[in-house]
């Protein structure tokens, strides 16, 4: 398939052309006055039905671009150029001239319904900011780039959902919920590769709307709860752990006491049973052993 490129096209001042369209017309009343009364001045009528015709032929060359607007001239099925650059132009007057509105949109997708990386069904939806950065991808390489820009932005929120989990309690571990910016990204890469055909940049692309499907929200806040404990109890026992190891050294080095294996274990057991309990923990003082 041929591809066609944005180049700009011929014009010239409309106002200048309005002073030609004016001396046309003011030929064209002289004419006419001096044939009134000059009988046989075929001549006159003539030259006067020629500027009467290229004034009305020249009045649809003349079109006004707007800013953040390009107007594409299209000649007989053959695209000759774009423009641009605001003002009053006149251009051939064979062409169509079509609008493209160059300024930023954004697309606000519904509420997608998608299972995530690990088969969760999860709601999503995103924001997708763009403009038309090519005039002519945009009207000839897609049927209709704005629902161009719709279908595609949510077959890419699609494809992303289902590469990343929801959530995730690593660390190295990216998700959709923990990672919003890496996301963002990676969304924006994903929207603008299918968008590059149809003349289109997107400036941004973020999830505005992210959660569990109503029919298992409930389960998976319990899943969360409890991933959430699992892992924060295995980070208090990594630290209680580390604790004792070194408070057993400390004393082992400045030799405060020394312990016999017994003793030890005891000390480990009731150090673990103080550090990773949830309640709070009551000390019982030894004031000294009975037998020696």
Known sequence: MDQISEKETWRISGFLMFLVELVLLGLWIYLIVAYAHDIDGGSEVAVGIVCLFLFVLAINGFFVVQPNEARVLVFFG?????LRKPGFWWSNPFTVKKHVL???RNFNSDKLKVNDSQGNPIEIAAVVVWRVVDSAKALFDVE???TFVAIQSETAIRALATAYPYDSHEEDG??????????????RQE????LQVAGVEVIEARINHLAYAPEIAQAMLRRQQAQAVIAARQKIVEGAVGMVDMAIKMLAEHKVIDLD???KAT???????ALVSEQEVSPVINTGSLYT
């Open 78 to 82: 053959t695209y000759v150029g774009s």
């Open 102 to 104: 160059l300024r930023i």
């Open 144 to 146: 209709n780039y704005e």
């Open 174 to 187: 990216t998700s959709l919920r923990g990672n919003p910016d890496e996301i963002a990204d990676r969304l």
């Open 191 to 194: 929207v603008q590769k299918r």
């Open 261 to 263: 294996e017994e003793r």
């Open 267 to 273: 000390m480990v057991n009731n150090l673990l049973v």
